[in-house]
């Protein structure tokens, strides 16, 4: 009978994307409450725009932290200097729709939550 020789690896990867593309991730924080202003003329359309002027949104999370802070995945690479650039571009965009925006800030992370940081899903079981 045949038989099949097996090679398991020696280690695996524990930090990796697989929608066939890399992907970045960081957090927005809005500094203010922007929750109020979700129009489609809101400050916070005009931040996504800012974003998707720079980048693919993949997935953007949930408000948090008192609706001041959202965790954006985006296609490629985002390397320190691209991110000052999108905090830059943020910020200039002042105040839209009676939210300041002027001091967001750009976080750069990776996919991890911590249990006890975890933003509780309502629709859960």
């Known amino acids: 009978m045949a038989q099949v020789t097996r090679v398991n690896p020696v280690s695996m990867t524990t930090n990796f994307e697989?929608?066939?593309k890399d992907l970045s991730f960081f957090t927005v924080d809005y500094i203010n409450a922007i929750n109020g202003s979700v129009g489609p003329e809101g400050a916070l359309q005009a931040a996504?725009?800012?974003?998707?002027r720079y980048y693919t949104i993949v997935a953007a999370g949930p408000l948090i932290d008192t609706n001041t802070q959202q965790t954006f995945a985006v296609e490629?690479?985002?390397v320190a200097a691209e991110a000052t650039t999108l905090q830059t571009a943020l910020q200039a965009l002042g105040t839209v729709d009676t939210v300041d925006l002027s001091s967001s800030t750009v976080t750069r992370t990776k996919l991890?939550?911590?249990t006890a940081s975890a933003v509780a899903d309502e629709t859960a079981f």
Not at 48 to 52: A, F, G, K, L, R
């Open 18 to 20: 697989n929608l066939s």
């Open 48 to 52: 996504y725009n800012t974003i998707q």
């Open 76 to 78: 490629g690479a985002i």
């Open 112 to 114: 991890g939550i911590l």
